[in-house]
């Protein structure tokens, strides 16, 4: 009891916090300097009208390298933490009782509908999903946005059928390719333009063009594999039942 | 009615968001199954990026994206601040990150002890 | 003076966010009260469609609702025989 009596004493603390910040709070009627300077010159500097793209991939590039990385570690790490380890002696039992429930299917097959469903949805969704992320410099989404579509695919996938097997080798052998690729982008950028992932290394183009605006689109092709296969991998882990005690 | 009729939509935004803050926080401080207080981070951090996000908002701006709609020498004047989108864009799939590995973290603490409850992990308590 | 629907349209989705956001701390069912979670975050992708931020708003909907629902739904899975 007086430890709810504390937690909400906290909590009111908080709130007189927060309705002072609101109370003094009043609209924007005009660009912040930083926004202003990007909205003026963004378009004219790096040739992609959508400028959160601009500020996420170029203008703060480096951030959100450092968000995949994060992206990346939480991945690694939730693999780490569900993987199925097993006791010496009990291995080859649980690895006979693996494969006896891969065949015999512990899993509940899917309804007829859903199975239906997802034969006809899942190209499109994945088709979606590419276009999301190579149309990020010119309407609303990204790699972020577009991988994130290609995971709910994958999770389509494992929902219709769930004796699926999603390949690690692959999975692991895409997502390191991209995020390398990434990576040399960014120094291709110190070395022929202006620093580092600066997209000027390519011609940008048209302005407006679907091949425009230097290296975004590419950066973003390879920003959304990864993200993409690196969330089909968190959601494969979290699906797979493991059998054998921790 | 005026009082409603004045009051900026970023400001309406701006209190829901702070309100989810508290709610999250109640949640995450009082729930004793992990689980829940899982959701009531997840809570929080969609409260923090109402927050964010209205910040970013200009009275009547349009979509940060320079195209026909928006030609590029009104720019300046008419579209809404893009650094606090693309800061929220980043804080959103982190999110993700940490609920993910909070919960593969819950779901370990289960196989070890076949419980949820906070309460009876006592080895960390001091 | 008539309130605009812009403004009415915005307190009732903060409406719906705070409501969803209530059951999901005080909801029995664990599974209704990630569910609740889940519309908070689906009407907020809604709020900053409102705010003119299309690009967070697809981030929300798919990333916010969708993939760390389905996440908090396996982990229910693995965890059952609790609430």
């Known amino acids: 009891m007086i430890k709810r009596l504390f937690i909400l004493m906290m909590l009111a603390v908080m709130a007189v916090i927060f309705l002072n910040l609101a109370g003094n709070y009043r609209e924007n009627t005009e660009l912040s300097r930083l926004g202003h300077y990007y909205a003026e010159n963004g378009p004219q500097e790096l040739g992609a009208p959508n400028l959160v793209t601009a500020v996420v991939v170029t203008y703060r590039g480096l951030d959100t390298l450092g968000e995949v990385t994060v992206l990346f570690i939480s991945a690694a790490g939730v693999g780490l933490l569900l993987r199925r380890t097993r006791r010496k002696q009990d291995d080859e039992d649980l690895e006979q009782g693996d494969r006896a429930e891969e065949t015999a299917g512990v899993h509940k097959p899917a309804s007829e509908i859903v199975e239906t469903a997802t034969e006809l949805l899942l190209p499109m969704v994945i088709l979606f999903g590419i276009y999301v992320f190579l149309n990020g410099h010119l309407s609303p989404g990204g790699g972020f946005q577009g991988g994130a579509i290609i995971a709910s695919g994958t999770m389509f996938l494992l929902l219709a059928l769930p004796e699926s097997h999603i390949s690690r080798l692959m999975i692991a052998v895409i997502e390191s390719l991209s995020g390398f690729s990434y990576v040399v982008v960014g120094v291709l950028g110190v070395l022929l333009a202006g620093g580092f992932l600066d997209n000027r290394i390519i011609d940008p183009g048209t302005y407006g063009a679907l091949f425009s605006a230097g290296a975004i689109p590419l950066i973003y092709v390879f920003v959304g594999l990864k993200v993409g296969f690196e969330l089909s991998a968190v959601l494969d882990r979290f699906r797979k039942e493991d059998t054998g005690p921790l | ?126 | 003076m008539t309130v605009p629907v812009i403004t009415l349209l915005t307190i009732l989705l903060c409406s719906g966010i705070l409501i969803s956001g209530l059951l999901a701390v005080t909801l029995n069912n664990l599974l209704s009260a990630v569910i609740s979670a889940g519309l908070a975050s689906l009407f907020a992708s809604v709020v900053y469609v409102v705010l003119a931020a299309p690009d967070v708003a697809m981030t929300e909907a798919s990333i916010g609702s969708g993939l760390t629902t389905m996440i908090f739904l396996y982990a229910i899975r693995k965890t059952r025989g609790e609430d």
């Open chain 2, 1 to 126: 009615m005026s009082l409603i009729a004045d009051t900026p939509i970023s400001l309406i935004v701006l209190c829901s968001g702070l309100a989810l803050v508290l709610i999250g926080l109640w949640g995450m401080l009082t729930q004793r199954n992990m689980i829940r207080m899982i959701v009531g981070f997840s809570l929080t951090d969609t409260g923090v990026h109402m927050v964010m996000v209205s910040i970013g908002y200009v009275t009547g701006g349009t979509a940060p994206i320079i195209n026909d709609a928006v030609p590029i020498a009104e720019a300046a004047s008419r579209v809404v601040d893009p650094v606090p989108s693309a800061l929220v864009l980043t804080a959103i799939v982190i999110g993700l990150g940490v609920t993910a590995v909070m919960l593969s973290v819950a779901i370990r603490i289960y196989k070890a002890r076949r419980t949820l409850m906070i309460d009876e992990c006592t080895e960390s308590k001091w």
